[in-house]
């Protein structure tokens, strides 16, 4: 009558990221598309042209605080998450990626458990 449904490994990984400069950047905004070049470009410069390959989709994005949720396929989210920890230049200006979130499920991404207000 019922039958169950498991899903041992889903489709994509879902991570939610942050840029920050070292410099004061208040005069330098990133909108969602160039923060996705961003990205592509980190994963070009670790991984090449093969890496230029990643099909990576930025799902939202804040321009004030520059944080993204990107889905990237599963097989791919080691890969991107390497590639956005060594990248640290955009134009000569100093950056990190910080990856805040990582999770499977969009869903998860909605409620930090750390940063609730009681």
Do not use: W
Not at 62 to 67: A, G, L, M, V
Not at 70 to 85: C, E, Y
Not at 110 to 116: D, E, M, T
């Amino acid at each position: 009558m019922y039958k169950r449904v498991v899903i041992n490994k889903p489709d994509f990984t879902y991570l939610k990221t942050k840029l920050d400069f070292e410099e004061n950047t208040e005069n330098f905004t990133i909108d969602a598309i160039l923060f996705k070049y961003v990205v592509k470009q980190a994963v070009g410069f670790v991984f090449g042209e093969v890496g230029g390959s990643l099909n990576v989709d930025v799902l939202k994005y804040s321009i004030k605080e520059r944080e993204a949720i990107l889905r990237v396929r599963t097989s791919a989210a080691v890969q991107l998450q390497s590639a956005l920890s060594l990248y640290s230049s955009y134009k000569g200006k100093l950056c990190a990626f910080h990856t805040l979130q990582v999770s499977p499920h969009l869903i998860s991404l909605a409620v930090n458990s750390r940063h609730i207000d009681v």
